[in-house]
């Protein structure tokens, strides 16, 4: 995704700035559908299968609802403020500060999104709620009342 974000920005570029481009009519075209394929089989569904690995069985609906949520209202806010992005920054620098945009997202799952290959939902959970903290009996116990 990034480096069809990368040839979008650099074909728009020299189209805005009066380069003959017919030659090469073809590539926004071929970037846009490699896009998609990429998309289809990365950053698309895969932020789904991981919301039910990673997150803990006790919050996983209201969590999942919420990431659900702010997906949708990110995808609405591209939609809606990608003409305006054009007209303020070109067509070249608009798919250069996506193609930022999905390097920032690679970073952050290279070091921040848990390997879960080969874990059980437990072994993952465990591991992303850190160590149990047990109390001893005594520290449970309650005061019995008296009859008085």
């Known amino acids: 995704?990034?480096?069809?974000?990368?040839?979008?920005?650099?074909?728009?570029?020299?189209?805005?700035?009066?380069?003959?481009?017919?030659?090469?009519w073809w590539l926004p075209l071929v970037g846009f559908i490699i896009y998609v394929i990429g998309f289809s089989l990365g950053f698309g569904p895969i932020p789904w299968l991981?919301?039910?690995?990673?997150?803990?069985?006790?919050?996983?609906?209201?969590?999942?609802?919420?990431?659900?949520?702010?997906?949708?209202?990110?995808?609405?806010?591209?939609?809606?403020?990608?003409?305006?992005?054009?007209?303020?920054?070109?067509?070249?620098?608009?798919?250069?500060?996506?193609?930022?945009?999905?390097?920032?997202?690679?970073?952050?799952?290279?070091f921040v999104v848990p390997e879960t290959r080969g874990r059980s939902l437990e072994e993952i959970e465990r591991r992303l709620t850190g160590p149990v903290r047990r109390m001893s009996a005594i520290a449970n116990m309650k005061p019995v009342p008296t009859g008085c």
Do not use: H, Q
């Not at 803990?56 to 809606?80: H, M």
């Open 1 to 24: 995704m990034i480096v069809t974000l990368a040839i979008l920005s650099v074909f728009f570029y020299f189209k805005e700035n009066m380069y003959d481009m017919t030659s090469v």
């Open 50 to 110: 991981m919301m039910g690995e990673i997150l803990p069985a006790k919050i996983r609906g209201p969590a999942a609802s919420i990431a659900t949520g702010f997906n949708w209202s990110c995808t609405f806010i591209v939609t809606k403020t990608f003409k305006d992005i054009i007209g303020l920054i070109g067509t070249s620098g608009t798919f250069l500060t996506f193609g930022v945009i999905c390097i920032l997202g690679l970073v952050f799952v290279i």
